[in-house]
């Protein structure tokens, strides 16, 4: 399946968390590979959105905080270098068809986007 066009993606989800250094699961390193800075978190954004609606979602768990959806593919870049991710996706359960962005992280198991 694929997601649907206006699923959120909260911009501190960005700026505050993937952007931002951390000691442990540190993935601003990563991104800024691509040329994704603190500087330009909608080009992140935008990323995110033409990556999901070339890949399919994929059912990955399901607790009783909702269902968790995994896409992976090709997160195009800004500066030449495009990043194989796995993005995670949340329909929670008490907002049903509202999907909201959780976290991405490097996708180690090949570089050949499906």
């Not at 800004?78 to 949340?90: A, G, Y």
């Amino acid at each position: 399946m694929k997601l649907p066009s206006d699923v959120i993606i909260p911009i501190e989800k960005l700026t505050d968390y993937l952007l931002v250094f951390q000691l442990k699961n540190d993935k601003s390193k990563f991104l800024a590979q691509a040329g994704y800075t603190q500087s330009n978190p909608k080009a992140l954004e935008q990323a995110l959105r033409d990556m999901f609606a070339s890949y399919e979602a994929f059912l990955d768990n399901k607790n009783e905080y909702g269902e968790f959806y995994r896409v992976e593919g090709m997160l195009k870049e800004v500066n030449q270098c495009d990043l194989f991710v796995v993005t995670v996706w949340i329909m929670r359960a008490k907002e049903e068809g509202v999907y909201r962005f959780v976290t991405l992280k490097p996708w180690r198991k090949n570089h050949a986007a499906t």
